[in-house]
T-cell receptor
Framework: RKEVEQDPGPFNVPEGATVAFNCTYS??????FFWYRQDCRKEPKLLMS???SGNEDGRFTAQLNRASQYISLLIRDSKLSDSATYLC????????FGTGTSLTVIP | ETGVTQTPRHLVMGMTNKKSLKCEQH?????MYWYKQSAKKPLELMFV???????ENNSVPSRFSPECPNSSHLFLHLHTLQPEDSALYLC??????????????FGSGTQLSVL
């Protein structure tokens, strides 16, 4: 079983749409959770950490459900510039990465 | 800028060449990493140095040889690579203890092509 599982997509949404990505992890002892954004042939960049209480950064909202071992990312009012691959990352004794979910925002 | 500088950005090499990737972090972190990213696959951890000691080596072929002379610098020495080694190689750093523990910061990556 993979440590981190994500739906690879692709998600193709119109500008202004709301889109949600989900991620599950297998190790209940995992300590920290993150969403990273990766543009084509570039390095992953930290988008936001994910906390049990849920957290928001502008149009982005992240949620963590430790009981279900489930992480989500919600993007509201999608912009063309949001087109990228979104990586779910879980930290236990090392960092574990999902395969990423591809998002394309269409004009 | 993330505070992690990686060079070169692009590298084309033949199977008999020897080259090195270089990484430097300016964040005061105490751990550095090499990852490999192939198309459609998740990032694969190659090596971890924590407090300048190698703590992880995920069965990486010996044609990849890491070097960590101090907590700010990391190298990946490459020799007699195979075409299937073509990938994006990413350096990263993090703080593994004390305050600020947690997040991973990446260099810009080296897109490697082995001919």
């Amino acid at each position: 079983r993979k440590e981190v599982e994500q739906d690879p997509g692709p998600f193709n949404v119109p500008e202004g749409a709301t889109v949600a990505f989900n991620c599950t992890y297998s190790n209940s002892a995992s300590q920290s959770f993150f969403w990273y954004r990766q543009d084509c042939r570039k390095e992953p960049k930290l988008l936001m950490s994910v906390y049990s209480s849920g957290n928001e950064d502008g149009r982005f909202t992240a949620q963590l459900n430790r009981a279900s071992q489930y992480i989500s990312l919600l993007i509201r009012d999608s912009k063309l510039s949001d087109s990228a691959t979104y990586l779910c990352v879980v930290r236990g004794n090392q960092f574990y990465f999902g395969t990423g979910t591809s998002l394309t925002v269409i004009p | 800028e993330t505070g992690v500088t990686q060079t070169p950005r692009h590298l084309v090499m033949g199977m008999t060449n020897k080259k090195s990737l270089k990484c430097e972090q300016h964040l005061g972190h105490n751990a550095m990493y090499w990852y490999k990213q192939s198309a459609k696959k998740p990032l694969e951890l190659m090596f971890v140095y924590s407090l300048e000691e190698r703590v992880e080596n995920n069965s990486v072929p010996s044609r990849f040889s890491p070097e960590c002379p101090n907590s700010s610098h990391l190298f990946l020495h490459l020799h007699t690579l195979q075409p299937e080694d073509s990938a994006l190689y990413l350096c990263a750093s993090s703080q593994v203890s004390g305050t600020g523990k947690g997040k991973l910061f990446f260099g810009s990556g080296t897109q490697l092509s082995v001919l």
